[in-house]
């Protein structure tokens, strides 16, 4: 598989405040890429970033050579109207325009880009509603007229309608119910079976990726602290941080469980060090951290990548008390 | 609530019924006057109502009740003129400050703030008094100072769009700021500048009034509703009730315009 999009040492700031710092991540033409981190982890700013919606303040974005952060005024306009790569906001109530028909919506960037006559945009449209499973009578319909999951399958019409070859969704599952979750999930499976989209999934919530997705990249503080496989991720996690991950999420199966509280700091726990903004970004929160961890680790690895100092080394520092309090629990 | 819902209210459709025969009024007012609203006679200078003067006669024996008639497109005309003016420079850039950056915003609003500080009839003598005496110097002078409350408004009403996600996703497509003003926000902020410029006519109404009660825009015989007002008020020793009818014609006219305005008002008719 190719490199379909490039994130090299990305940096973003927001009053100061650094929100993503030196993230690399490379995205594969055809795969489902699931980006998992907790609240305020970066994920929307990351997915923001790509399509130029949060400021970019070091490093490059790009997308088959096209290096998306240099691209200003009438070419970026350009880019955005040939809908290669579309955003489908978190939000679906406040990502649609009230006042506007469903058909309205989904038509809209084939409205903007121009290049198609009613007739196509209205086959479009309707294509695009069937693809995602929505019945052709809501396209009169205003969102505020609609279920949430149709809102956000609507969201997702209005961003295939545009045929893109790389889809970041973020959050698509999240406000949803467990039939609409499936529905939405399978959906997107769907569209990289059967159209070849890349997809990127941003998610809070393991569980929702782990059916779908190839690779997962796991996000903390800003950085990526681990990348691969979605199946080895999730049953042998090299990084602390995704081992907890893994172990809080109930529903995703590991072949050596490792439970939770052995992988939080103890309530007496005291950091071997100060951490400033340079270090591991998980360092104040690590059981394992040590000196070491005042500098941020490099990224190891190519297909299966982790940024920690003790990859290796830190699960044979596991508590042994913890883990069999809870096995035998 | 919508606008087309508001306007079933009983207080919007009482309002729009006196709107309405204002605006015939307006239109039509010169033609079904029972007599000439210049025709001077001495004779009948200062009479109280009867049937052939509805509101009796002023001091130089004119119809009141004609006067008021004809001069009801004059007062119409020019309280609409300013509104259009303040509309003019208030509604684009209130939205040009949202959209074009900082720079821009900084400076309006400055300037905004500027004008803000100008009191409404001083200004518009000053203006006249440099521009000439005339009702459209100054209906502009007074649009100009209306321009600060449709600035502040548009601008509030689409501060929030700004940042809006289906706003962001129309950048996302490569649409222009126009395209995005014209279907994503516009439709928005309309029914908010609305009320506003219905409530701003009937301050402008009341403004018109003053400034021809001043002898500031139209000049004598000409009638306007503030004119018939201030030749009512000279003589207030004789007719003390005579003045109550023009005021209560400017009256009815800002209350309806403000009902209106409160029946439309987004969220919060009642």
């Given at each position: 598989m190719s490199t379909l999009l490039a994130v090299d040492g990305l940096d973003v700031t927001f009053d100061r405040h650094r929100v993503l710092a030196d993230l690399s991540l490379h995205v594969q033409a055809g795969e489902i890429l699931g980006i998992i981190g907790e609240t305020g982890s970066g994920k929307t700013t990351l997915a923001r970033a790509v399509v130029g919606l949060s400021p970019v303040r070091a490093g490059r974005i790009t997308f088959e050579g096209t290096d998306l952060t240099a691209l200003r005024g009438k070419a970026r306009r350009a880019w955005r109207r040939a809908g290669q790569v579309q955003y489908v906001f978190q939000d679906p109530l406040r990502a649609l325009d009230p006042q506007h028909t469903v058909a309205r919506i989904v038509a809209e960037g084939l409205v903007v880009a121009g290049t198609l006559d009613r007739a196509a945009i209205d086959a479009r449209v309707r294509a695009a509603l069937a693809q995602v499973g929505l019945?052709?009578?809501?396209?009169?319909?205003?969102?505020?007229?609609?279920s949430g999951g149709q809102r956000q399958r609507v969201l997702l019409a209005r961003a295939v309608a545009l045929q893109p070859r790389l889809l970041l969704c973020d959050?698509?599952?999240?406000?949803?119910?467990a039939s609409n979750r499936n529905h939405v999930l399978r959906l997107l499976a769907d569209l990289r079976d059967r159209s070849g989209v890349t997809v990127v999934v941003i998610s809070h919530d393991l569980s929702s990726l782990a059916g779908i997705a190839d690779r997962v990249a796991v996000l903390y503080g800003g950085r990526l602290v681990e990348q691969g496989p979605i199946g080895r991720v999730l049953s042998e996690p090299r990084h602390p941080y995704t081992a907890l991950l893994t172990a809080s999420a109930p529903s995703v199966r590991r072949e050596h469980p490792i439970p939770a509280r052995a992988l939080r700091p103890a309530p007496d726990h005291r950091p071997v060090a100060a951490f400033g903004p340079d270090a591991c970004s998980y360092a104040s929160r690590?059981?394992?951290?040590?000196?070491?961890?005042?500098t941020a680790p490099s990224t190891a690895g190519s297909e299966w990548s982790v940024a920690c100092h003790h990859a290796d080394a830190w699960r044979s520092r596991l508590a042994v008390g913890a883990m069999s309090t809870r096995r035998t629990a | 609530m919508s606008t087309l819902t508001a306007v079933r209210l009983p207080s919007a459709r009482l309002a729009l019924s006196v709107l309405a025969v204002v605006t015939f009024l307006a239109v039509a007012g010169g033609t079904v006057?029972?007599?000439?609203?210049?025709l001077q006679d001495p004779d009948l200078a200062l009479r109280g109502p009867s049937l052939i003067h509805p509101f009796g006669t002023d001091y130089l024996g004119r119809d009141v009740f004609s006067r008021l008639l004809a001069g009801t497109g004059t007062t119409v005309v020019a309280a609409l003129e300013s509104v259009g003016v303040g509309l003019a420079l208030g509604v684009l850039p209130g939205l040009a400050s949202l959209w074009l950056g900082r720079t821009v915003e900084w400076v309006l609003l400055r300037a905004v703030d500027a004008v803000m500080t100008l009191p409404f009839i001083v200004f518009a003598i000053a203006v006249t008094g440099i521009l000439g005496n005339g009702l459209s110097q100054a209906m502009v002078a007074i649009g100009v100072l209306f321009a600060p409350l449709f600035f502040r408004v548009t601008r509030a009403a689409g501060l929030s769009l700004t940042r809006a996600h289906y706003v962001e996703a129309a950048e996302l497509f490569g649409a222009s700021r126009w395209r995005i003003l014209r279907t994503h926000v516009w439709g928005k902020v309309v029914p908010t500048v609305a009320v506003t410029a219905a409530q701003a006519t009937g301050g402008a109404l009341l403004a018109v009034s003053s400034l021809t009660f001043l002898g500031i825009g139209v000049q004598p015989p000409a009638p306007t509703w503030g004119g018939v007002l201030a030749s009512e008020l000279g003589f207030l020793s004789q007719q003390p009730w005579a003045p109550v009818i023009p005021a209560a014609l400017i009256m009815v006219a800002v209350a309806a315009l403000n009902a209106l305005a409160d029946a439309i008002r987004p969220g919060g008719a009642a």
């Amino acid at each position: 598989m190719s490199t379909l999009l490039a994130v090299d040492g990305l940096d973003v700031t927001f009053d100061r405040h650094r929100v993503l710092a030196d993230l690399s991540l490379h995205v594969q033409a055809g795969e489902i890429l699931g980006i998992i981190g907790e609240t305020g982890s970066g994920k929307t700013t990351l997915a923001r970033a790509v399509v130029g919606l949060s400021p970019v303040r070091a490093g490059r974005i790009t997308f088959e050579g096209t290096d998306l952060t240099a691209l200003r005024g009438k070419a970026r306009r350009a880019w955005r109207r040939a809908g290669q790569v579309q955003y489908v906001f978190q939000d679906p109530l406040r990502a649609l325009d009230p006042q506007h028909t469903v058909a309205r919506i989904v038509a809209e960037g084939l409205v903007v880009a121009g290049t198609l006559d009613r007739a196509a945009i209205d086959a479009r449209v309707r294509a695009a509603l069937a693809q995602v499973g929505l019945d052709q009578s809501l396209a009169a319909r205003l969102p505020g007229q609609i279920s949430g999951g149709q809102r956000q399958r609507v969201l997702l019409a209005r961003a295939v309608a545009l045929q893109p070859r790389l889809l970041l969704c973020d959050e698509p599952v999240s406000a949803l119910d467990a039939s609409n979750r499936n529905h939405v999930l399978r959906l997107l499976a769907d569209l990289r079976d059967r159209s070849g989209v890349t997809v990127v999934v941003i998610s809070h919530d393991l569980s929702s990726l782990a059916g779908i997705a190839d690779r997962v990249a796991v996000l903390y503080g800003g950085r990526l602290v681990e990348q691969g496989p979605i199946g080895r991720v999730l049953s042998e996690p090299r990084h602390p941080y995704t081992a907890l991950l893994t172990a809080s999420a109930p529903s995703v199966r590991r072949e050596h469980p490792i439970p939770a509280r052995a992988l939080r700091p103890a309530p007496d726990h005291r950091p071997v060090a100060a951490f400033g903004p340079d270090a591991c970004s998980y360092a104040s929160r690590c059981p394992f951290a040590t000196q070491a961890c005042v500098t941020a680790p490099s990224t190891a690895g190519s297909e299966w990548s982790v940024a920690c100092h003790h990859a290796d080394a830190w699960r044979s520092r596991l508590a042994v008390g913890a883990m069999s309090t809870r096995r035998t629990a | 609530m919508s606008t087309l819902t508001a306007v079933r209210l009983p207080s919007a459709r009482l309002a729009l019924s006196v709107l309405a025969v204002v605006t015939f009024l307006a239109v039509a007012g010169g033609t079904v006057a029972p007599h000439d609203p210049l025709l001077q006679d001495p004779d009948l200078a200062l009479r109280g109502p009867s049937l052939i003067h509805p509101f009796g006669t002023d001091y130089l024996g004119r119809d009141v009740f004609s006067r008021l008639l004809a001069g009801t497109g004059t007062t119409v005309v020019a309280a609409l003129e300013s509104v259009g003016v303040g509309l003019a420079l208030g509604v684009l850039p209130g939205l040009a400050s949202l959209w074009l950056g900082r720079t821009v915003e900084w400076v309006l609003l400055r300037a905004v703030d500027a004008v803000m500080t100008l009191p409404f009839i001083v200004f518009a003598i000053a203006v006249t008094g440099i521009l000439g005496n005339g009702l459209s110097q100054a209906m502009v002078a007074i649009g100009v100072l209306f321009a600060p409350l449709f600035f502040r408004v548009t601008r509030a009403a689409g501060l929030s769009l700004t940042r809006a996600h289906y706003v962001e996703a129309a950048e996302l497509f490569g649409a222009s700021r126009w395209r995005i003003l014209r279907t994503h926000v516009w439709g928005k902020v309309v029914p908010t500048v609305a009320v506003t410029a219905a409530q701003a006519t009937g301050g402008a109404l009341l403004a018109v009034s003053s400034l021809t009660f001043l002898g500031i825009g139209v000049q004598p015989p000409a009638p306007t509703w503030g004119g018939v007002l201030a030749s009512e008020l000279g003589f207030l020793s004789q007719q003390p009730w005579a003045p109550v009818i023009p005021a209560a014609l400017i009256m009815v006219a800002v209350a309806a315009l403000n009902a209106l305005a409160d029946a439309i008002r987004p969220g919060g008719a009642a």
